[in-house]
């Protein structure tokens, strides 16, 4: 099996969809390389493709604050990335066939980190990693545990929360049963 640096090389080498004609930087992600939580978004935006690093925009910043209020810091205790590694134009939904070129990435970062949660960012992420007919309004906050034994949960995207202030309480009521599910089944997250 690949080792995380020789993932990462691939992946920032990466020319496999068009995507790669477009990008600044290829986003790989970020955090421990041995955390418990992982959160996954759909793809970088235009602050992720500048910098190279997801979730730093307005999105991210709300992000990192809300989590903070669950003692979760990508620095210490959660690891971050996206779907599709390079940014859509504009910002659009990631095509199908760029997250079947790009998910395979994915799928190695989850075989190394092996994560006991995964939580996924909007109804992209959650119709690629939950299932494909998933409804966020309606299944934000469940959790779902597929063969492969890790739990998984969608919150609502960042940046609908920006856009719809009145779906924050109910991605607080969704951290903090994000917060029960650590205490009960990780054991270094806090
Ligand atoms: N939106 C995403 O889905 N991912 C990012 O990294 C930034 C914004
Ligand atoms: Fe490669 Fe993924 Fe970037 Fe497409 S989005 S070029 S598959 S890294």
Not at 34 to 55: C, K, S, T
Not at 75 to 91: A, D, L
Not at 114 to 128: D, E, S, T
Not at 165 to 182: H, N, S
Request: net charge neutral; hydrophobic share 35%.
């Amino acid at each position: 099996m690949a080792n995380w640096e020789e993932l990462r090389g691939r992946c920032m080498a990466c020319r496999k969809c068009a995507l790669a004609e477009t990008r600044t930087n290829v986003v790989f992600g970020a955090g421990p390389r041995d955390a418990e939580v992982m959160f996954i978004g759909e793809g970088p935006g235009e602050n992720e493709d500048l910098q190279g690093e997801p979730f730093v925009g307005k999105g991210g910043q709300l992000l990192d604050e809300m989590l903070s209020l669950i003692d979760l810091d990508r620095t210490r205790n959660f690891y971050i990335t996206n779907i599709v590694k390079c940014r859509p134009p504009h910002n659009r939904d990631p095509l199908n066939t760029e997250q079947d070129a790009c998910i395979g990435y994915l799928e190695e970062q989850i075989d190394l980190l092996k994560p006991k949660i995964i939580v996924c960012l909007g109804r992209i992420a959650a119709a690629r990693l939950i299932k494909p007919d998933f409804k966020i309004t309606r299944e934000h906050g469940q959790w779902f545990r597929l063969e492969d034994g890790v739990w998984r949960m969608a919150i609502y995207h960042p940046a609908a929360l920006l856009r719809d202030p009145d779906k924050r309480p109910d991605t607080f009521a969704d951290l903090r049963a994000l917060r029960a599910k650590i205490r009960e089944v990780c054991t270094r997250t806090y």
